[in-house]
């Protein structure tokens, strides 16, 4: 997949809980080109304007549900179709600054034939944050 195709632009914003900003939200299509089970997401490697987030602070969602990046080992029976947006929600405090940012993501899977290593997808682009 084009890597303009995985990480969407409009999908790019902070969000709020109680009136305080608490983090932001990336919407991402997964790169492989067949979907994946879930319980074969390795994880994410988000980082904006050089720093890196830690496992712990991202966030997956599909649909109406959400999951830590470890609770999708357990998820055999949920597709990640090729084409459905999901979402990275990443724990900030305060959030991004509206503007311009650099993002890079990379998305980690086990692809069905070859399980043992993951294979990396990589989306690296300057974006505008979203109010």
């Given amino acids: 997949m084009p890597e303009q195709d995985m990480v ?12 305080q900003v608490t983090g932001f939200q990336l919407q991402l ?12 997401v390795e994880g994410f490697d ?10 712990e602070q991202i966030r997956f969602s599909l649909g109406n549900q959400t999951f830590t990046l470890d609770e999708l080992t357990n998820l ?22 509206v503007g311009m940012h650099d993002v890079q993501v990379v998305e980690k899977i086990r692809v069905p034939y070859m399980p043992i290593k993951p294979s990396t997808y990589l989306f690296q682009k300057k974006m505008p944050l979203v109010v």
Avoid: C, H, M
């Avoid at 299509?29 to 074969?40: E, K, N, P, Q, W």
């Fill in 76 to 97: 055999t029976d949920q597709r990640w179709p090729f084409r459905d947006v999901a979402t990275l929600t990443v724990s900030k405090v305060g959030g991004l600054k």
């Fill in 29 to 40: 299509r997964t790169a492989y080109y067949r979907g994946v089970y879930l319980s074969l």
């Fill in 8 to 19: 969407l632009p409009g999908g790019f914003k902070n969000v709020s809980s109680a009136g």
């Fill in 46 to 55: 988000v980082t904006i304007d050089g720093e890196t987030f830690k496992r």
